[in-house]
T-cell receptor, first 113, second 107 residues
Framework: ETGVTQSPTHLIKTRGQQVTLRCSSQ?????VSWYQQALGQGPQFIFQ???????GRGNFPPRFSGLQFPNYSSELNVNALELDDSALYLCASSRSGTTETQYFGPGTRLLVL | GIQVEQSPPDLILQEGANSTLRCNFS?????LQWFHQNPWGQLINLFY???GTKQNGRLSATTVATERYSLLYISSSQTTDSGVYFC?????????FGDGTTLTVKP
């Protein structure tokens, strides 16, 4: 059974740029959730994708957007990067459009300068 | 939105000691998970426990959904137990994490 993978592992961008992060879900899982974790805090829910549609969203502005593909992998896109977007971005996969029993990837560390 | 509070925020133990971590939540939840985050940032599943009690080796967890809290017990702690422990609850289609308990186990 393949676990959740994310790419890239680290990324450095400058303010105003755009970034795309990628996530492959665990085999058998059709739901992907994305989280932002700032230093010293718990992960904050950005949104969830189920069957290629957004299935729930946290308190993040529209410049945070995503996609889910037919193979259930997902992308997180952030436009107009701000310094406060520097964080660890985590994705989690689960079954059937819920947040129960989520399995997390290793994360992408984004630094915005 | 739902509030999730974890206590204590920090815990320092000697190897071999036992500990109890608590997670309180402000509304009814559909699910609850406990995670351990290692120093590299990886979140590792410990328990999926919306109610009841589960045990896995030295770790056990209890959730009393009607009273809106969950407890994680660590017995005979080891240095490898160090890290941050999070609970996460599912409510209204979203998942909300607490701010975690940072556990340090000294040899």
């Amino acid at each position: 059974e393949t676990g959740v993978t994310q790419s890239p592992t680290h990324l450095i961008k400058t303010r105003g740029q755009q970034v795309t992060l990628r996530c492959s879900s665990q085999s058998g899982h059709n739901t992907v959730s994305w989280y932002q974790q700032a230093l010293g805090q718990g992960p904050q829910f950005i949104f969830q994708y189920y069957r290629e549609e957004e299935n729930g969203r946290g308190n993040f502005p529209p410049r945070f957007s995503g996609l889910q593909f037919p193979n259930y992998s997902s992308e997180l896109n952030v436009n107009a990067l701000e310094l406060d977007d520097s964080a660890l971005y985590l994705c989690a996969s689960s079954r059937s459009g819920t947040t129960e029993t989520q399995y997390f990837g290793p994360g992408t560390r984004l630094l915005v300068l | 939105g739902i509030q999730v509070e974890q206590s204590p925020p920090d815990l320092i133990l000697q190897e071999g000691a036992n500990s109890t971590l608590r997670c309180n939540f402000s509304d009814s939840v559909n699910n609850l998970q406990w995670f351990h985050q290692n120093p590299w940032g990886q979140l590792i599943n410990l328990f999926y426990i919306p109610s009841g009690t589960k045990q896995n080796g030295r770790l056990s967890a209890t959730t009393v959904a009607t009273e809106r809290y969950s407890l994680l017990y660590i017995s005979s702690s080891q240095t490898t137990d160090s890290g941050v422990y999070f609970c996460a609850v599912g409510h209204a289609g979203k998942s909300t994490f607490g701010d975690g308990t940072t556990l340090t186990v000294k040899p």
